[in-house]
């Protein structure tokens, strides 16, 4: 169609714009100017009965190759999508007694939650990290990173990365090392010996501001931090919740993904809310459940749960001792962005 014979009609006119790649903001704008976020990622509980099975059988079924033997966790709202929030990717990875997952580095940052089983470690930027049931590793941005197991269980870990927003944003690299292990290059333990000591700080390290240079933050210490402050009121949004912190900064450990966990006290039902941004959910210990957009999901360990952007969400316990949530989050980039809001009902 010329461009004359389409100023016609309304609907020519229309057809036309749209064959040259337009469109009004008036044809849209019913749709799009929502006035609240309309996220496609619905809430999803993915139950460990079911994980363990499936992550037990790929062990037979799947050798460690190339790439880890790691379950991605899709949404069903996101149309087979590589995300289990419309920003980050939660996976439950396995690793058997004398394997080794490979060394790579990637843009997208990524964190490490010990689900089942000791004496794994993941390798970063030449320190070996060893993994304990409940403990948070971290893998920064772009710094080369293996897991082996040289222990005799098999250990099972929830991995969560900010894939999805990296490839929002078109920055997705990802790089193999030349050979299976990058080379070790410092002692076990020795971040947590440099920054993990309450309070104090080595004198003669530089100071890093974007990415926490603490790797392992160990359940030991996050678990007698939660108990500590049991008698406290805590939130009525999320009871004695705790964020894993940069040690010099106080800022959130990862520049793209928060990591939080919280205690739920026997009884304890928590008020409900809305938050921009999403959460990934992985139950510690305890049973409870969490009602999202009127949804029920009861839980119990090693549980995962989705959690989209503004559904309205609350917690309760509904065991007999304590309940323990970790969570990892996007809210530091909506932070930096000033995007960041909560409503209460
Ligand atoms: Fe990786």
Request: hydrophobic content about 40%; aromatic content about 8%.
């Amino acid at each position: 169609m010329n461009a004359p014979d389409a100023f016609k009609s309304p609907e020519a006119f229309h057809q036309y714009i749209h064959e040259q790649h337009m469109h009004g903001l008036w044809e849209i704008s019913g749709s799009q100017n929502t006035p609240l976020p309309t996220p496609e990622a619905v809430p999803h509980l993915w139950p460990w009965s079911l994980m363990e099975q499936v992550v037990r059988q790929s062990c037979v079924t799947v050798p460690v190759g190339n790439d880890r033997r790691a379950m991605q966790l899709y949404n069903p709202g996101l149309g087979g999508r590589w995300a289990t929030t419309n920003t980050l990717i939660a996976a439950v990875q396995v690793l058997m007694p004398t394997e080794v997952a490979r060394a790579h580095r990637h843009s997208p940052a990524a964190i490490r939650f010990i689900m089942e089983g000791n004496g794994a470690y993941t390798a970063v930027e030449g320190e070996r990290l060893m993994m304990k049931k409940g403990d948070l590793v971290l893998t920064p941005k772009w710094q080369w990173h293996d897991h082996g197991n040289e222990g005799n269980e098999t250990v099972v870990w929830m991995d969560g990365l900010d894939v999805p927003l990296v490839k929002m944003l078109d920055a997705f690299f990802f790089e193999r090392y030349p050979e299976v292990t990058a080379p070790t290059t410092r002692p076990v333990g020795n971040s947590q010996a440099l920054y993990g000591n309450a309070g104090v700080m080595p004198t003669w390290v530089k100071r890093q501001d974007a990415i926490s240079p603490l790797m392992v933050y160990s359940y030991d210490k996050v678990r007698e931090a939660l108990h500590a402050l049991r008698d406290e009121e805590g939130s009525p949004y999320e009871g004695i919740a705790l964020e894993y912190t940069h040690p010099q900064t106080g800022g959130p450990a990862l520049p793209t993904i928060g990591n939080r966990i919280q205690m739920l006290r026997p009884g304890e039902k928590l008020k409900p809310r809305r938050v921009t941004g999403s959460s990934v959910f992985c139950v510690v210990e305890g049973s409870g459940r969490t009602v999202i957009d009127g949804k029920v999901f009861d839980w119990v360990p090693n549980d995962i749960l989705a959690l989209p952007s503004w559904a309205l969400h609350h917690h309760e316990n509904t065991g007999k001792g304590e309940a323990v949530l970790f969570s990892i989050n996007d809210r530091p980039v909506l932070e930096k962005l000033e995007l960041y809001r909560e409503a209460a009902e």
